[in-house]
């Protein structure tokens, strides 16, 4: 899913220096969002980062500036940036269902891409209660199933082998008897210490 659009919202605030000021920043927060949509669709990720985070400066706890700078982090591979990011947006979103879900379907994104495959499972089915039609966020679910069974079926594997190594531990071939490698040696000795016999010379004819 591309970059959420910042959508104005209006409420009252009784004392009049703080409406100007949370105007004001509500503003520039907005046009920030803006600005990083605009490079986030050119493909400026890193452009539309900063615009992001500048969002999230202004508009403190803000889920949509997390939201929306979490996915210009996870575009340039900055995969536990994002999570964090997206995790952010989840903890911070309203009561809204499809925006929930869409920033637990990216935080599945990213858990994946940091093979913490029962995260992604975890968040994969958090956002399909939300959403249970969504045919993406199905398809990534059986992914990160299918990863974190081939996970767990390895380590089963490695456990084994360990467990057999301890079990049956490959041991090192008997000492030969003090007595027998004596004798080797000593015969060894005898043959190097005996003369080598002469080359036989061609015999003096009478």
Do not use: C
């Not at 082998?161 to 490959?170: E, G, I």
């Not at 040696?185 to 005898?190: A, C, E, I």
């Amino acid at each position: 899913a591309g970059p959420w659009v910042a959508k104005r919202q209006t409420g009252l605030v009784l004392i009049l220096t703080l409406t100007v000021f949370a105007s004001v920043s509500a503003q520039s927060s907005h046009q920030q969002l803006r600005s990083g949509d605009e490079q986030y669709d050119l493909e400026h990720y890193k452009e539309a980062e900063q615009h992001y985070r500048e969002a999230a400066e202004l508009k403190y706890g803000d889920p949509l500036a997390q939201y929306n700078l979490g996915n210009a982090l996870y575009q340039q591979g900055r995969w536990e940036d994002a999570a964090t990011r997206f995790e952010q947006a989840v903890s911070a979103a309203p009561d809204d269902a499809s925006f929930k879900a869409d920033a637990l379907h990216n935080l599945g994104n990213a858990q994946l891409q940091l093979h913490k495959y029962k995260d992604a499972v975890k968040s994969y089915e958090n956002s399909l209660r939300l959403r249970p039609g969504d045919a993406d966020t199905k398809r990534n679910l059986q992914m990160a199933k299918k990863k974190l069974k081939e996970e767990q079926q390895q380590q089963q594997k490695e456990q084994n082998k360990q467990d057999q190594q301890q079990q049956n531990p490959n041991q090192p071939p008997p000492p030969r008897d003090k007595q027998e490698q004596q004798q080797q040696k000593d015969q060894q000795q005898k043959e190097q210490n005996q003369p080598q016999q002469p080359n036989q010379g061609q015999q003096q004819q009478e």
